[in-house]
């Protein structure tokens, strides 16, 4: 599976839009960017996936460069329980697979 | 909530003693996960069944470790003779969408604490 590159932590103001990056530049064809987070002591909860266009779902928005090495999850107004570890994963479509999770980025949304 | 429960929350036990928990996955997915987290990384994959059948365990499950899904519903995970190291949150996810991509769906965590 392909490595991700994240950084470790952003700041956010709230009410502002958190944009928070993710390298995936040995991402293959049938490869689709998941992101997952996890606020503190819960589990992880999923956001969204993609494959090559943009998807938004009522959490969030994914952008995905042209070349797909590259994207953006995008929370358009930040609140304060959107403080949590945020994870971008990179998984092949089709048969079941286990994820796994870098060290992410600690995105703390300040009031 | 994800509709993926586990039980107990936490668990305080003391160093040589066996503990079990279990996960109940959300009721139409046919695939089960186990993860382990340990304080300040990532969850790591431990196990995955498909209905009943374990079908992938990684090399961190010891063989102290053992995991079954008896009638692909609920599943269980022991841990004998549990260590300090053993202490962690030991995650349950579970998936099954019949789409192209399979999204796992993780519970709220058992918090294991091994004095």
């Known amino acids: 599976d392909a490595k991700t590159t994240q950084p470790t932590s952003m700041d956010c103001a709230e009410g502002r839009a958190a944009n928070l990056p993710c390298n995936h530049s040995t991402i293959s064809g049938n490869e689709y960017v998941y992101w997952y987070r996890q606020i503190h002591s819960q589990g992880p909860q999923y956001i969204i996936h993609g494959l090559k266009n943009n998807e938004t779902n009522e959490m969030a928005s994914l952008i995905i460069t042209e070349d797909r090495k590259s994207s953006t999850l995008i929370l358009p107004h930040a609140t304060l329980r959107d403080t949590a570890v945020y994870y971008c994963?990179?998984?092949?479509?089709?048969?079941?697979?286990?994820?796994?999770f870098g060290s992410g980025t600690q995105l703390t949304v300040l009031p | 909530d994800t509709g993926v429960s586990q039980d107990p929350r936490h668990k305080i036990t003391k160093r040589g003693q066996n503990v079990t928990f279990r996960c109940d996955p959300i009721?139409?997915?046919?695939?089960l996960y186990w993860y382990r987290q340990t304080l300040g990384q990532g969850p790591e994959f431990l196990t995955y069944?498909?209905?009943?059948?374990?079908?992938?365990k990684s090399r961190l499950l010891s063989d102290r470790f053992s995991a079954e899904r008896p009638k692909g519903s609920f599943s269980t995970l022991e841990i004998q003779r549990t260590e300090q190291g053993d202490s962690a949150m030991y995650l349950c996810?579970?998936?099954?969408?019949?789409?192209?991509?399979?999204?796992?769906?993780f519970g709220p965590g058992t918090r294991l604490t091994v004095l």
């Open positions: 069944f498909q209905n009943e059948a374990q079908l992938e």
């Open positions: 009721s139409e997915h046919n695939r």
């Open positions: 996810a579970s998936s099954g969408e019949r789409t192209i991509t399979d999204t796992q769906y």
């Open positions: 994963i990179v998984l092949p479509s089709g048969s079941a697979r286990q994820l796994t």
